[in-house]
């Protein structure tokens, strides 16, 4: 599996960004997908995830503010950031592992994309 992705970069406080992760190498509708982001001296989080049946689930500290969308025809997720704010500043990653049921799980992840947001 690769995980090729794109978009991201600087933005002002309040601003909107898209980040875009395209998926090949296996079956891309029965993996859940998500968005992890990691900032300098901190731990990898979640940020947002779209199940393989397409329930999604947010951190609670970008809820209201980004939304994760898949295309199973496209084989790709996005991620919609509105509402910048600086906390939001880190490296993001694209994630995929097989759902529930399918063996192994083995998890990937895509290259990483800065996202900046600073006046």
């Known amino acids: 599996v690769q995980l090729v992705q794109s978009g991201g970069g600087l933005v002002q406080p309040g601003g909107s960004l898209g980040l875009s992760c395209v998926f090949s190498g296996s079956i891309f509708s029965i993996y859940d997908m998500a968005w992890y982001r990691q900032a300098p001296g901190r731990q990898r989080e979640l940020v947002a995830e779209?199940?393989?049946?397409?329930?999604?689930n947010y951190a609670d500290f970008v809820k209201g503010r980004f939304s994760i969308f898949r295309d199973n025809s496209r084989d790709t997720i996005t991620l919609k950031m509105d509402n910048l704010i600086p906390e939001d500043t880190a490296v993001y990653y694209c994630?995929?592992?097989?759902?529930?049921?399918?063996?192994?799980?083995?998890?990937?992840w895509g290259q990483g994309t800065q996202v900046t947001v600073s006046s």
């Open positions: 994630h995929a592992q097989p759902t529930s049921g399918y063996t192994p799980r083995v998890e990937y």
């Open positions: 779209m199940s393989s049946d397409s329930r999604r």
